[in-house]
């Protein structure tokens, strides 16, 4: 189990239910250092105080807020602990919401949540509610020193916990609607088409990081002394007529849902031995 990152209570009207939050993800991309390029050398960083003339402790270090150029407000733990915000110890669920409501652009990261020893009955009554009823909880939590939009749903008999951005983090506009602009119906149709012969349940394990298992490939050949060779870059096509595009994308993927059916039939289909073929053949002859 990972280390816990946030402990609290959940507030649930005038229910307490004390949790603990831990990471749900962790990256697995290929980690590296700074080097210097002539003696390969790993860079060091170094915390320098150019008035002081010396390099700085971490326990020397807080944090500043700049009103000017060379002019900063200091703050310290201390600080950020007398700050009056509730979520800090507390999520208070202040309404509960339909998933569909929330757009996926408002997600942020995600984390679980696990009750303590004590709140293990009223943490089972609250994730048995919120499956029954199929609704995000939302509230608000504070990690590391920022306070987040939340919401909570069920995951099993667990707790996934999903920062939120606030609407004003939120950078995208929507295209204004053009009256002028209107989509051809055999466009359209065949458009619908490609997206039903590509519809499939999401499996995520169906999917890898080419890139990562091309740079794990690579390194390997340099740890052993071997020099990779040149990737050939596809250049994407451009589209000259889109309804002639449209029509070999159908055409190219009713071919691999065919041969994906093809595959999956005869994983199922049991065949008769030939033996039993060979016997009846046998025994009509010499009737």
């Given at each position: 189990m990972s280390a816990t990152i946030w402990s609290g209570v959940i507030g649930f009207g005038m229910v307490s239910i004390p949790v603990k939050l831990f990471?749900?993800?962790?990256?697995?991309?290929?980690?590296f250092h700074q080097l210097h390029a002539q003696c390969q050398t790993r860079i060091k960083e170094v915390r320098w105080c150019p008035t002081c003339d010396r390099e700085v402790p971490w326990e020397e270090i807080?944090?500043?807020?700049?009103?000017s150029k060379d002019e900063f407000i200091p703050m310290t733990d201390e600080d950020f602990d007398k700050l009056p915000i509730p979520s800090k110890n507390i999520i208070d669920v202040t309404s509960f919401v339909r998933a569909e409501e929330v757009d996926s652009l408002y997600f942020e990261k995600n984390y679980y949540l696990l009750p303590e020893k004590q709140g293990t009955r009223a943490f089972n009554l609250f994730v048995t509610?919120?499956?029954?009823?199929?609704l995000l909880a939302i509230g608000k939590i504070t990690i590391r020193s920022r306070e987040r939009?939340?919401?909570?749903r069920t995951l099993g008999n667990t707790l996934i916990l999903t920062t939120l951005l606030y609407q004003d983090e939120i950078k995208v506009e929507?295209?204004?609607d053009e009256p002028g602009a209107k989509v051809p119906k055999q466009e359209l149709d065949m458009?619908?088409?490609l997206i039903d012969l590509m519809s499939a349940p999401f499996d995520p394990a169906g999917y890898k990081d080419d890139y990562k298992e091309a740079l794990e490939k690579m390194l390997e050949m340099k740890t052993h002394g071997a020099t990779a060779g040149k990737t050939r870059k596809l250049k994407p096509k451009a589209v000259v007529d889109l309804m002639e595009a449209l029509k070999a994308s159908v055409s190219k993927a009713g071919v691999s849902s065919a041969r994906a059916a093809a595959g999956k039939s005869k994983a199922t289909v049991k065949v008769k031995p030939k033996t039993a073929t060979k016997?009846?053949?046998?025994?009509?002859?010499?009737?």
């Open positions: 990471a749900a993800t962790s990256s697995k991309r290929v980690a807080v944090k500043g807020y700049a009103i509610a919120l499956a029954s009823k199929s939009l939340c919401s909570i929507t295209a204004p458009a619908l088409s016997s009846r053949a046998k025994a009509k002859s010499r009737k």
